[in-house]
């Protein structure tokens, strides 16, 4: 069996280079391998499998599990489970219809209201192959990034007023199949247990650093930072700022002093009151002196 490697499973290129000599627990790395959004998941299931093939249930301690009783090895057992059966389904066309649509990341919404139909999976994939291609041949969209997907919904599945048996397959932007579920039709929620939990991850990044695509607040916790954290998040495209929560740390990387657009420069100003090396009032100072400009020119430089 190869050797699994689970910095192959850490998205962010920053927080992986920090942790290439990291002895993660048998816990970090299958919540690491449940998280990554950059590895397919026929291989997230083939390294899950071997965690539960190397470690035992005492190997996989959960102290913060609240009202979670069950071992964790259990919960990725049964996640695993989960993948393998919703990948089975896909060829599985009895009573059953599919849903295909592509969307751009940064709308993920736009094609929601105007789905398209498939009698089969095969034809629904290929209807996402069709519309990828349109992307790509087009010079000036061809480097959008999209997410593709594709519900297999079981017909007549029971009380209708909770909505239908369904089965997700999300596909990145190079159309690489990374990550399946299923919504219950019992309480209309996600069946991913491993969702629920969290771990601390070191990180190299500190309160002040400028992040592509977020910045945010020190970790309160000596160990890290949380998978999911609120933070200050500044999208470049848009040159605008606004808070959210339950962003994926896990994503995170740091902004190389030439990917900060020129319009933008105040970052360098606000990323320097934030680490201490700068006063508030200082900038205030030299705001009310008509001198800010300057200050950011210097700071740009730096």
């Known amino acids: 069996m190869d050797e699994l490697n689970i910095l192959d499973f850490i998205d962010s290129e920053d927080i992986r280079e920090y942790n290439k000599d990291t002895l993660f627990s048998p816990t970090q790395k299958a919540l690491l391998i449940g998280h990554s959004k950059k590895q397919t998941i026929e291989k997230k299931i083939k390294a899950m499998d071997r965690l539960l093939l190397e470690y035992l249930d005492w190997d996989f301690p959960y102290i913060d599990a609240d009202d979670k009783k069950q071992s964790f090895r259990k919960v990725i057992t049964e996640e695993v489970k989960e993948w393998k059966e919703v990948l089975e389904k896909r060829y599985d066309n009895r009573e059953a219809?599919?849903?295909?649509?592509?969307?751009?990341?940064?709308?993920?919404?736009?094609?929601?209201g105007n789905p398209r139909f498939f009698s089969n999976y095969a034809k629904a994939y290929e209807s996402l192959v069709i519309a990828k291609k349109r992307y790509l041949d087009d010079l000036d969209l061809k480097d959008v990034q999209t997410l593709g997907e594709i519900i297999r919904i079981t017909v007549d599945a029971g009380n209708a007023s909770y909505g239908c048996d369904e089965r997700h397959y999300l596909f990145d932007t190079d159309m690489r199949l990374i990550d399946v579920y299923r919504k219950c039709h019992e309480d209309n929620?996600?069946?991913?247990?491993?969702?629920?939990?969290?771990?601390?991850?070191?990180v190299p990044f500190k309160a002040g650093d400028i992040v592509f695509p977020y910045d945010w607040e020190e970790p309160k916790n000596k160990y890290g930072i949380s998978m999911y954290a609120s933070l200050d998040t500044y999208y470049a495209k848009e040159k605008l700022f606004e808070i959210t929560d339950d962003t994926l740390v896990l994503e995170l990387s740091k902004c190389k002093h030439d990917e900060l657009p020129e319009d933008q420069r105040i970052l360098k100003v606000i990323s320097a009151v934030r680490k201490g090396e700068l006063d508030f009032y200082t900038v205030l100072n030299r705001m009310s002196f008509h001198e800010l400009d300057d200050m950011v020119t210097w700071f740009y430089k730096k």
Not at 189 to 202: E, K, Q, S, T, W
């Open 97 to 112: 219809v599919y849903i295909s649509r592509l969307s751009e990341v940064e709308f993920l919404s736009s094609d929601e």
């Open 189 to 202: 929620c996600l069946v991913n247990g491993m969702d629920a939990y969290r771990c601390y991850i070191p």
